[in-house]
């Protein structure tokens, strides 16, 4: 029998206090790594208090760390504490991100810039600051998306967002392969999280045309995908970008 086993391993997820984030940090911790849920600790509480929730019901091998992707000075104390409680870090997903979708020429600066530094730029900082910390032989998983690949209509931030994490990963792979750290992206196509449910009825008919399985995305499916990246069964597989989208994009 094969199995994957994390045991004794620390995993840090970003944005996993809730939707595919949250899934993934399930997924790795029944693997048996420790886990770090990441959260934007946001004015109104409703991210630590998820996030906190997440982290009791896994029990004592998962922490849940405020830290915004945005700041590096936050990424390094989310780091250090990590660290204190776990030890090394042997597994980083990067999977904070956000949406901000309007057409072009509707688009503001400001929903163009949000989007850009918390879905590339905070993937660039937590990256940096990763392969500082990283253990010989440690795993980083890059969220991308199906929608930095062909685009989609109103998401030209998001899918630039996108785009730019493909390329990070590529460049990444190339960087740390001395020391065994294997950097590789997911881009899922629709996934039923919180953030995949509010896409319009009207807009997902259209879209599930367009799938030959006839269906969106598990949260379960992409955090196996994830999982199997971050073990040894893939330690040969670097620089790539796995497509899981239900045959959308073939």
């Not at 009207?202 to 969106?216: D, K, N, T």
Request: proline share 2%; net charge negative; with cysteine.
């Amino acid at each position: 029998m094969i199995t994957i086993d994390l045991s004794g391993k620390t995993a840090v997820v970003t944005g996993a206090g809730q939707g595919l984030g949250q899934c993934t940090a399930t997924v790795l911790h029944a693997a048996g790594a420790n886990v770090v849920i990441n959260f934007f600790d946001d004015t109104s509480g409703d991210n630590r208090r998820r996030a906190e929730e997440a982290a009791a019901n896994l029990g004592d091998r998962a922490i849940a760390l405020a830290a915004d992707v945005r700041e590096s000075a936050e990424i390094r104390r989310m780091f250090d504490q990590a660290e204190q409680r776990f030890g090394p870090v042997n597994i980083v997903v990067n999977n904070a991100a956000i949406i901000r979708d309007r057409t072009l020429k509707k688009m503001t600066d400001e929903e163009w810039q949000d989007v850009i530094d918390t879905n590339l730029t905070g993937v660039f900082q937590v990256c940096r600051a990763a392969s500082e910390r990283l253990v010989e032989g440690g795993r980083i998983v890059n969220m991308a998306s199906i929608s930095g690949v062909v685009g989609f209509y109103g998401q030209v931030n998001y899918s630039a967002a996108k785009a730019g994490v493909i390329a990070i990963t590529k460049v990444l792979s190339k960087e740390l392969a001395r020391r065994r750290i294997t950097v590789n992206a997911v881009a899922p196509g629709v996934v039923l999280t919180e953030m995949g449910k509010t896409i319009p009825e009207e807009v997902r008919a259209g879209m599930i045309a367009q799938i030959p399985l006839g269906r969106f995305g598990e949260p379960e499916e992409i955090s196996n995908i994830i999982l199997f990246l971050c073990s040894d069964l893939a330690s040969y597989v670097t620089g790539q970008t796995i497509h899981a989208n239900g045959g959308w994009l073939g």
